[in-house]
């Protein structure tokens, strides 16, 4: 028996696999044949060896006896890495056309290491390890000398299992990978419904819930990134399971191109979850010797629903994904110039902004979209990363410095992936871009995609970034990406590797963003691709923030957030105060709305003109001072969805030191004379009181948690300013905070 640390990986003689700790087992074999079984995932057993030793297994008189062995049908056998031509008929997680030109495989068993702690993947990002062991099986295709490592980490602090597969070609022949999912689960039969995460341009992490249908239910992502249209997350909720209670499996995956999840119910009600690269458009052809190595998949398990799930993912995140550098620092609060001034950006206009700033407390300028040479409007200049001569006179570098003469930290936007034909670097190298021969590239945004998969793309961008910031001036990046992939193609690919082209993209990207966030790890990396486009723990493993959607109507904001939040934690998000009537929808909503709907972001700014401060001054100035004096209770605690209906948001957040609570309530639509509604609190200590810090009302923990709280309501007295009464009409909000005493 082979045990480590915290009895966290067992490996019985019999081949029994066990990964246990405080949150869940997980438990396989080696079947008969060789094949990887796939035995138990769940709440933690006590004795998972034994419980399994002989476990329950029923075969029906198959019509297919996997190689001769009677009534093994594989379709019915739960495995770890199901591959295709076994007798197994659901979508396989091995799929891979051999020297023979077929694509049957057969993995099986060949031997095992147990490792303590984590390695990182080699071009990838991954989670760091710490406080976990590995276990990685090695299968083997005997026929074609096909190794496949699958690894399993499992952490002793997190309900998480982080699975990855390695392919080697040991034969003396090419391979043409075709699906090589990270991780594939099987689930025996039962009632599942899936909750997955959708979206598009400014309605980013939308919720579905639907039960499972009968086939297979796939989302993914063709486009180049991991897309607003399908976030890379799946959970996979048992029976009655709710908010807070049941059984919930989830799924999502370190990689920030193109993804695949899918859920597959097969002919005997059983559940196939299976987590990796999109295998639609991908083929990776692996020569003798060479090997291929998954993205990670990362799994979380709750008992305790999908408040539990969350709590999960972003302790996780925090833990293991998000950069170390600003784990646990508070983000500075900004002013952008994106809503304010659009492409009218200019030397003057940007440092009369820093003075507005300067003037409501802020802490940080950013120069969005439009400063670099000849970039008036979207048309133009994308791939010139130097400063605009007429509008910028005096350079880049020369503008920080006197934005941090007035006391200011100063960021800048970059889109790095990006080249407009109307360009300098267009001019000198046409052949720079994603195309394919003879085929009319189709602008987004009038914009082609960089070539990732050229050396010479991804060096030439990294000097450029590297030389905006080696003058130590810049504090924040916004790192931009505004156009999803269409006529995939590198003139720097052989024509038989094409299909490997968005996978090769994605290695280039994190390639720069590994050199580049090493070398500066003081500069504060924003995500954003037109928002939500490519929020990822790909791209959180080299950024601390995303801005999540485009959309800064709170009501829209709100949505987004609570989509954002099953996976995300708060801490890794941004948000700003920015115009009403807003841009996107046109709603007019009062400034503590646009504030209340962000508030439990790490970090907060404002996107306003002139006019739209000076005429907001006093209460901007009170909610910067607030974000201020709260920002590093934003990092680390803990969130709550409390309620959200129609009509309603209500969510609670808890500091990591427990002292303060803060409780924001949301309406939609305003109403008179409604029934009281009560929210009860959760996390609070029983025997502590509370104290609501407007009015210095006590309130004991316990009562808040077993008898709730009253929500203000809409009150036909004009007296707006009473803690229990709602701000009067649409759209409004109250974010109360409690302390500790
Ligand atoms: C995208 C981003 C915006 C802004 C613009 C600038 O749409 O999501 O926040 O930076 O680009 O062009």
């Not at 409390?642 to 303060?660: A, G, P, R």
């Amino acid at each position: 028996m082979n045990i480590l640390g915290e009895n966290v990986i067992i490996a019985s003689e019999k081949n029994i696999f066990s990964l246990t700790n405080k949150y869940y087992s997980y438990v396989f074999c080696v079947g008969g044949n060789g094949i990887l079984e796939h035995i138990y995932y769940g709440a933690p057993l006590t004795d998972p060896i034994n419980s399994f030793s002989h476990h329950y297994k029923t075969h029906r008189d198959g019509v297919l006896h996997f190689q001769g062995k009677k009534n093994y049908n594989l379709s019915e056998i739960p495995q770890e890495y199901p591959t295709f031509g076994s007798t197994d008929f659901r979508f396989p997680a091995f799929h891979c056309k051999n020297k023979d030109g077929n694509t049957i495989s057969v993995l099986k068993y060949k031997e095992h290491f147990i490792i303590s702690d984590k390695k990182l993947l080699n071009g990838l990002p991954s989670a760091r390890g710490g406080k976990c062991n590995t276990l990685i099986v090695r299968l083997e295709d005997n026929l074609h000398k096909i190794e496949v490592d699958l690894a399993y980490t499992i952490y002793e602090n997190h309900g998480v299992l982080v699975r990855s597969s390695k392919i080697k070609n040991h034969g003396n022949k090419k391979l043409e990978l075709r699906n090589i999912y990270s991780s594939s689960i099987d689930f025996p039969a039962s009632q599942y419904k899936i909750l997955h995460l959708h979206g598009s341009w400014s309605r980013e992490f939308s919720e579905e819930t639907m039960s499972v249908p009968m086939g297979r239910f796939v989302i993914d992502s063709n486009r180049g990134s991991s897309s607003a249209a399908h976030s890379p997350f799946i959970a996979l909720c048992e029976d009655q399971c709710n908010e807070v209670s049941g059984n919930v499996y989830s799924s999502s995956l370190i990689y920030s191109g193109n993804h695949s999840i899918s859920v597959e119910k097969g002919e005997f009600n059983n559940i196939r979850l299976l987590t990796g690269i999109n295998p639609f458009n991908f083929n990776w052809s692996l020569s003798p010797g060479e090997s291929f190595q998954s993205p990670e998949a990362v799994h979380a398990f709750s008992k305790n629903g999908l408040r539990g799930m969350s709590h999960i993912w972003h302790s996780f995140i925090r833990e293991k994904i998000a950069p170390i550098n600003f784990k646990n620092k508070p983000r500075p609060t900004y002013i952008n110039t994106w809503e304010s001034s659009y492409f009218k950006v200019n030397q003057e206009e940007v440092l009369n902004l820093a003075d507005k700033a300067v003037s409501i407390g802020l802490e940080m300028v950013v120069l969005d979209d439009g400063w670099f040479e000849g970039r008036n409007d979207d048309s133009s200049s994308l791939g010139d990363w130097y400063a605009d001569s007429n509008r910028f006179p005096d350079g880049i570098q020369d503008l920080a410095i006197k934005i941090k003469n007035k006391g200011l930290k100063f960021g800048i936007w970059v889109e790095p992936e990006m080249i407009n034909t109307r360009s300098e670097l267009y001019k000198k190298n046409p052949d720079w871009v994603l195309m394919a021969p003879g085929r009319i590239s189709s602008l987004g945004r009038n914009q082609l995609i960089l070539d990732y998969c050229n050396e010479d793309v991804v060096n030439y961008i990294f000097d450029k970034l590297d030389k905006l910031l080696s003058g130590g001036n810049i504090d924040y990046i916004k790192w931009d990406m505004n156009r999803n992939m269409s006529e995939v193609g590198s003139p720097k690919v052989a024509k038989q590797k094409q299909l490997e082209v968005p996978h090769r993209y994605i290695l280039g990207l994190y390639s720069i963003l590994s050199r580049l966030t090493k070398k500066y790890p003081n500069v504060l990396f924003e995500n954003c691709a037109s928002g939500g486009n490519r929020l990822d723990l790909g791209m959180l493993s080299y950024m601390s923030q995303s801005w999540p959607s485009d959309m800064s109507d709170p009501i829209g904001r709100l949505k987004i957030i609570n989509g954002c939040s099953y996976l995300f934690p708060l801490d890794v998000l941004s948000a700003y105060i920015g115009p009403s009537p807003n841009h996107q929808n046109g709603r007019i909503t009062s400034v503590s709305s646009r504030f209340n709907a962000g508030a439990f972001c790490a970090a907060q700014g404002v996107s306003l003109n002139y006019s739209d401060i000076d005429k907001n001054k006093g209460e901007l100035t009170d909610l910067v001072n607030f974000a201020k004096e709260h920002s590093s209770d934003m990092i680390g605690g803990n969130f709550y969805r409390l309620k959200k209906s129609d009509n309603v948001f209500c969510w609670q957040y808890i500091t990591k030191d427990y002292e303060k609570v803060f409780l924001l309530y949301f309406h939609i639509l305003s109403g008179p004379n409604k029934p009281f509604e009560h929210i009860k609190f959760v996390g609070l200590e029983k025997n502590s009181d509370y104290l609501q810090v407007c009015n210095d009302k006590l309130y004991s923990g316990n009562l808040l948690m077993e008898n709730g709280f009253t929500l203000p309501y809409v009150s036909m007295t004009d007296d707006n300013n009473k803690v229990s009464y709602m701000p009067k009409g649409d759209f409004s909000s109250k974010l109360f905070v409690f302390k500790k005493v």
